[in-house]
């Protein structure tokens, strides 16, 4: 079993307005850059120059914030669901 | 009122009025007189503060503040309720003062048409119990958020792009994140489309701004001893209308916080920059002490 990526918002442009995406890797920079592979541009959107996620951009692994895990060395398993937000402001 | 079946001295109109809630396990008539004795200031009144203005003058809230300086125009019919097409061209406190007074005449409505900003916000906003943000800009959120963190204010937030919204309260609890927790900073320009340049599907305001009213009761009447549910507290509910779907991720107060994380925060020090359709906020390195 895979893990599930999904782009909520404005992201989902960045995987072509796909809902799930299942990706096989051990971490999540991992699963990204296999995601790149599909998506072109993915990952300049997603991270700064420095390799570190974008500030205005949180990734969620099974609803918890992947800054309170190891960021994006944050372990896969088999079943986890990935979810990435980006901040909007409309009203 | 002897030999009255009710409980507090208000006329049969009021019984009347708020009957549903009275009914209401956990709100009676003394946590409908707790609504009335509570306020909330609405920023914006447009897609989010249409449904949320609707629904706080509705549920007698006592005293609702509007701030707001545009005016009506055509497109916004598509999904700013509050207004009509003969309201085209008023400002929109004015408008939506007509039509929430028609709901719910009890209701004391104050209004605001200066655009907020670092100077006027805090006067703006200290008289009110709970700010409900329902603005359409990252610099307006980020001083939302950074002056609510500031004078521990319960903020709740909420925000649409296209068919998608998010919504959540900050509480200013010792536990609570804030808005800059989640999000330090906005987007640059090129990643941040907005409505006018993305579309909204009109709904999805509706959605999220119910959702903001429903909080900001649920809040009014929590703390007043009504506990009536379980606020969005470190909780970012996320509605994807092109799945009619809602999730949920957790929050959490981040303790390098620029804004709630620092005792030397002052709001007064930062730039909230507009520029032209796209929005950038700035922190300068020294605008936080220390």
């Known amino acids: 079993m895979s893990t599930q990526f999904e782009f909520l918002g404005p992201l989902k442009a960045l995987v072509n307005g796909d809902e799930i995406i299942e990706v096989d890797a051990t971490n999540i920079r991992e699963a990204l850059e296999k995601l790149q592979e599909s998506y072109d541009g993915l990952l300049s959107r997603l991270l700064s120059d420095s390799g570190t996620v974008h500030r205005h951009i949180n990734i969620f692994l099974n609803e918890e914030d992947i800054q309170l895990k190891d960021n994006l060395q944050t372990a896969l398993s088999p079943g986890d669901k990935v979810t990435l937000i980006s901040a909007i402001a409309g009203g | ?290």
């Open chain 2, 1 to 290: 009122m002897s030999n009255s079946p009710f409980n507090v001295d208000k006329p049969i109109e009021w019984y009347n009025r708020y009957a549903r809630h009275i009914t209401l396990d956990g709100v009676g008539e003394e946590g409908q007189l707790a609504l009335e004795a509570s306020s909330v200031l609405l920023i914006g009144a447009g897609g989010l503060g249409s449904p949320a203005a609707l629904y706080l003058t509705a549920a007698g809230v006592g005293r609702l503040g509007l701030a707001d300086f545009d005016t009506v125009s055509l497109n916004n019919l598509q999904r700013q309720i509050l207004h009509g097409t003969s309201d085209i061209g008023r400002l929109k406190v004015d408008s939506a003062v007509d039509t929430l007074h028609e709901i719910n005449p009890d209701v004391n409505l104050r209004t605001y048409t200066e655009k907020v900003n670092s100077d006027n916000i805090w006067k703006m906003m200290e008289d009110y119990d709970v700010i409900v943000d329902g603005s359409d800009n990252f610099p307006t959120r980020y001083l939302v958020n950074d002056v609510c963190v500031q004078a521990g204010k319960p903020l709740v937030f909420g925000a649409v792009l296209q068919f998608f919204g998010q919504v959540t309260t900050f509480t200013q609890s010792d536990e609570c994140g804030c808005y800059r927790c989640l999000f330090p900073v906005a987007p640059d320009p090129e990643n941040a489309p907005t409505c006018v340049e993305a579309g909204i599907f009109g709904v999805t305001t509706g959605i999220i701004g119910s959702l903001q009213a429903a909080q900001a009761l649920t809040l009014l009447l929590n703390r007043n001893g009504f506990e009536v549910g379980k606020l969005l507290e470190n909780r970012l509910q996320i509605y994807d209308g092109s799945e009619s779907s809602f999730r949920e991720v957790k929050l959490y107060r981040n303790p390098d916080c620029l804004v709630c994380g620092s005792k030397d925060f002052d709001f007064r020090k930062v730039e909230y920059v507009e520029q032209c359709s796209v929005n950038q906020v700035l922190i300068p390195k020294n605008a936080v002490a220390g």
